[in-house]
């Protein structure tokens, strides 16, 4: 299975992005799909994460300017990022869970996209 993302790039503040992560591959059935991000200097933390057929949960920090979503016919999250601000600043990790074939749970890591919001 893998995880290709896209969508990173650079803004000014205030300005918008949409990451995109298509999950690809067989023998999986995915659960939740979301995504993390990393600062310099900081840990990996939750931005915002949906499971399957469920509420979509964000960070506080992101709440009211985020937007995830999926097409699970296309088995892709998306994540539409609005008003954003420097410390969003941060590589992009997208994630998918669920299970394999053998019905084993198993996390999926995709490439980070690097998002650089300045002032």
């Known amino acids: 299975v893998q995880l290709q993302a896209s969508g990173g790039g650079s803004v000014q503040t205030g300005g918008s992005l949409r990451l995109s992560c298509a999950a690809s591959?067989?023998?999986?059935?995915?659960?939740?799909m979301g995504w993390y991000r990393q600062a310099p200097g900081k840990q990996r933390e939750l931005v915002a994460a949906?499971?399957?057929?469920?509420?979509?949960n964000y960070a506080d920090s992101v709440k009211g300017r985020f937007t995830i979503s999926r097409d699970n016919a296309k088995n892709t999250v998306y994540l539409q990022m609005n008003r954003l601000k420097p410390e969003d600043t941060a590589i992009y990790f997208c994630?998918?869970?669920?299970?394999?074939?053998?019905?084993?749970?198993?996390?999926?890591w995709g490439q980070g996209t690097e998002v650089t919001v300045s002032s």
């Open positions: 994630y998918a869970d669920g299970f394999d074939y053998y019905r084993d749970y198993v996390y999926y």
């Open positions: 591959g067989s023998g999986f059935s995915i659960n939740a």
């Open positions: 949906i499971p399957s057929g469920g509420s979509p």
